[in-house]
């Protein structure tokens, strides 16, 4: 992407930064996109950004997952050609970063920015924004990645037009706040009055105590009229960056809980076959059995404790041979590795993100026809199974359990 913005853009652009050290960022996007009526196309234009492998979702999820439309994106069905920005505020590693810009149709990247939040107890924007003249419409979202979010405060100011008064509404993680001292605009924070023609601008300063714990959280102020947002600022408590594996940088940090939950299961996956003929169809039977697992009562609710529970993936043994490559998918250097790394984390996400649908009939357990039968099968009949050539040529049939 060329240096001199506003870019207009049709295709997928990526922006390459570095950062000096790891720590907390606040990476900000301006960017804006016409309805389909407004640009004389068949499609409404729409834009997301992924930064390096995170891809983001609605909150509270839903069956097919929303990467195009949630608060993190910018859609021209609501915007109608306005800016809207997009702050996201989560942990990067030093080193190289990619910013990638995903439109339909085309949209207009304004501007760009990346800087180190130096505090997490106050993450102040000092804005002094004034949004353009439009009805209710996505204005500005704070994407908190993997952080937890103790309050928010924030500072508006907003004006009666003769007809029409000016509006501000705050969304956090899907639920409106509501405005209890209005009935009438219940659903708006902040709302002007007609007796502001007399008064004037109303400059109101207002705080939420909100104590969520660490996860992805969408801070949404929505703008109908032209408010003004003077200044927003954040508490996450007593959070430190930690480094956080990804798929290029996949290294153990000594702390496998610190882990995205599609790199644990990545490592599981990898670590227990990777350099096997074992068909995609098994790796993601293998992968929803360990999922099947998260989702039980029976088992813990997080990928990383049902992984590293005892006896349960002999690669995280400590003494096992293969735990390198657990502790370091790319350790060797040598490209067959990283190539089945890549893969086995594309495979990982797809399971966390339910992009690819349990074939194993609710399985969370199984084994396959190279050992004896564990005793926990002993009487048992499988739910699913599958059969492939190994690497030495021999039929091996996978048995899968939903015990």
Known sequence: MPDQFPQKITQKTT????????????????????????????????????????KLREIPPVDVAQYNNNPSTWNGTFQQGLAKTVVFIMILNKGKHDLHFFPTDEATIEDWSCHQIENARDIAFALEKKAEDGDRRPWYTFAFIDTPLKSVMADVSVSWHLFDGDDVKLIIDGKIQENSSSKRWKYWLWSARPLQLLTGKKKE?????????????????????????????????????????????????????????????????????????????????????????????????????????????????????????????????????????????????????????????GANHYYDDSINPPPWAKDKEPCFSITYINQFGKQTKIFFFNL
């Open 205 to 361: 300063q207002k705080s939420l105590t909100l104590d969520l714990k660490q996860n992805i959280h969408y801070v949404e102020f929505w703008a109908d009229k032209s408010p003004t947002l003077h200044q927003v600022s954040f508490d996450l408590g007593d959070f430190q960056p930690k480094r956080i594996p990804n798929v290029t940088d996949p290294e153990w940090t000594g702390n496998f809980a610190d882990d995205p939950d599609p790199i644990i299961l990545a490592r599981a996956l990898f670590g227990e076959a990777r350099n096997t003929l074992l068909p995609d169809e098994a790796r993601f039977a293998i992968a929803w059995v360990i999922k099947n697992r998260v989702l039980s009562k029976k088992w813990p609710n997080a990928y990383w404790e049902v992984i590293t529970s005892p006896s349960q993936f002999s690669a995280f043994n400590k003494n096992d041979p293969n735990r390198a490559y657990i502790e370091n998918p790319l350790h060797t250097g040598k490209a067959i590795d990283k190539e089945a790394w890549e893969h086995a984390f594309q495979i990982a996400e797809k399971v966390v993100k339910n992009e690819i649908l349990d074939p194993t009939q």
């Open 15 to 54: 922006v390459t930064f570095s950062v000096d050290k790891l720590g907390l960022y606040a990476l900000s996007v301006i960017a804006r996109c016409k309805s389909a009526r407004m640009s004389n196309s068949h499609e409404n234009g729409s834009l997301r950004a992924e930064i390096d492998d995170l």
